[in-house]
């Protein structure tokens, strides 16, 4: 049977299936919540209220929150942008980042996606915009998110690879760095994000991971449970950047959504795209299974802004 066939017939059970799934599936943690009421650690929020102004310019500058904790998104807006003038610039601490224009908000109006780093260090950071010879900068209080750990059970080799895994491991590190840094000058996400998979959370972004017993890097995207074979979806607009198969993910897609906007979906068990291929929201991407260094079946969701790891959650909340 063809991936599309199975994407066909697994939409036709989706009904059933959906229930069959709370009491079958399994995941890398034991604690689960419903995707519609996630764990995210950043709340929703709207651009602020409060703006900061340059004199004499006409340009404002305002950002989706004045508090956030480390890994979450931030929505940065300006307006007052003189016609034919190019695009602002962003600055937050060593990272640039671009504008988008909104022509929604009428043509001066610009917007950008700024992730926070995973582990930044707390206190009021600033978030400077730059335009022909204006500046702005905007206060940033950054908070610490405490985000909990888990000790998972996985194949030995995947915790401590051998001397041939490590050589293929840098390979493909490298090859997933240079999609991270690519940087596409469209923005192709309209709206919030919506979920790949309408399933519970089983694994929260940001927790302290442990492979059995032996502490490694935090977890830097979301699991949401998924039996082998469960459809996958676009959550929004976007070009396939990457396929392929590697030694801690599996198979995986990366997606471009445009202007530093990246998404990753791991673990999978068929991929039903390729690379190049636009996509719309909602197009099949796969399926989900359990390949790379997994403790069960599950869709393990990740989300790139100018190639920080940050909370994909805060894509369906603060992403417009």
Same mark, same amino acid.
């Given at each position: 049977?063809?991936?599309?066939?199975?994407?066909?017939?697994?939409?036709?059970?989706?009904?059933?299936?959906?229930?069959?799934?709370?009491?079958?599936?399994?995941?890398?943690?034991?604690?689960?919540?419903?995707?519609?009421?996630?764990?995210?650690?950043?709340?929703? =929020?709207? %651009?602020?209220?409060?703006? !900061?102004?340059? +004199?004499?310019?006409?340009?404002? @500058? /305002?950002?989706?929150?004045?508090?956030?904790?480390?890994?979450?998104?931030?929505?940065?807006?300006?307006?007052?942008?003189?016609?034919?003038?190019?695009?602002?610039?962003?600055?937050?601490?060593?990272?640039?980042?671009?504008?988008?224009?909104?022509?929604?908000?009428?043509?001066?109006?610009?917007?950008?996606?700024?992730?926070?780093?995973?582990?930044?260090?707390?206190?009021?950071?600033?978030?400077?915009?730059?335009?022909?010879?204006?500046?702005?900068?905007?206060?940033?209080?950054?908070?610490?998110?405490?985000?909990?750990?888990?000790?998972?059970?996985?194949?030995?080799?995947?915790?401590?690879?051998?001397?041939?895994?490590?050589? =293929?491991? %840098?390979?493909?590190?490298? !090859?997933?760095? +240079?999609?991270?840094?690519?940087? @596409? /000058?469209?923005?192709?996400?309209?709206?919030?994000?919506?979920?790949?998979?309408?399933?519970?959370?089983?694994?929260?972004?940001?927790?302290?991971?442990?492979?059995?017993?032996?502490?490694?890097?935090?977890?830097?995207?979301?699991?949401?449970?998924?039996?082998?074979?469960?459809?996958?979806?676009?959550?929004?607009?976007?070009?396939?950047?990457?396929?392929?198969?590697?030694?801690?993910?599996?198979?995986?897609?990366?997606?471009?959504?445009?202007?530093?906007?990246?998404?990753?979906?791991?673990?999978?068990?068929?991929?039903?795209?390729?690379?190049?291929?636009?996509?719309?929201?909602?197009?099949?991407?796969?399926?989900?299974?359990?390949?790379?260094?997994?403790?069960?079946?599950?869709?393990?969701?990740?989300?790139?802004?100018?190639?920080?790891?940050?909370?994909?959650?805060?894509?369906?909340?603060?992403?417009?």
């Amino acid at each position: 049977m063809t991936v599309r066939q199975r994407l066909k017939r697994s939409e036709m059970r989706a009904v059933f299936c959906g229930a069959v799934l709370a009491l079958t599936a399994w995941s890398c943690t034991t604690a689960e919540k419903p995707a519609a009421t996630g764990d995210a650690v950043s709340e929703p =929020r709207k %651009v602020a209220a409060m703006e !900061i102004r340059a +004199e004499g310019t006409g340009l404002t @500058l /305002a950002l989706s929150a004045q508090e956030v904790v480390d890994g979450a998104v931030v929505l940065v807006a300006v307006d007052g942008v003189p016609p034919g003038g190019g695009s602002p610039r962003g600055q937050f601490g060593e990272v640039e980042f671009p504008f988008y224009p909104v022509p929604a908000r009428g043509p001066r109006a610009f917007e950008a996606v700024l992730g926070i780093p995973p582990g930044h260090a707390t206190g009021v950071a600033q978030v400077i915009v730059r335009h022909g010879g204006a500046e702005l900068t905007a206060p940033l209080l950054i908070k610490d998110a405490q985000y909990p750990a888990e000790n998972l059970k996985v194949d030995p080799r995947k915790v401590n690879p051998r001397k041939k895994d490590m050589i =293929r491991i %840098v390979r493909e590190q490298k !090859i997933v760095r +240079e999609v991270y840094e690519a940087v @596409l /000058a469209e923005k192709l996400w309209d709206g919030p994000f919506d979920y790949p998979v309408k399933s519970a959370i089983t694994s929260i972004y940001g927790t302290r991971r442990l492979f059995n017993g032996e502490p490694r890097s935090f977890h830097a995207g979301l699991d949401l449970r998924a039996m082998v074979g469960t459809p996958v979806y676009a959550p929004a607009g976007g070009v396939v950047a990457f396929v392929g198969d590697l030694f801690f993910t599996g198979r995986t897609i990366i997606m471009d959504h445009g202007y530093g906007v990246k998404t990753v979906y791991a673990h999978m068990d068929k991929i039903a795209v390729k690379k190049g291929q636009r996509l719309a929201r909602g197009h099949a991407i796969g399926l989900s299974g359990a390949t790379g260094r997994v403790s069960g079946p599950h869709l393990h969701w990740m989300a790139i802004v100018h190639k920080t790891k940050v909370n994909p959650m805060d894509f369906i909340k603060v992403l417009r």
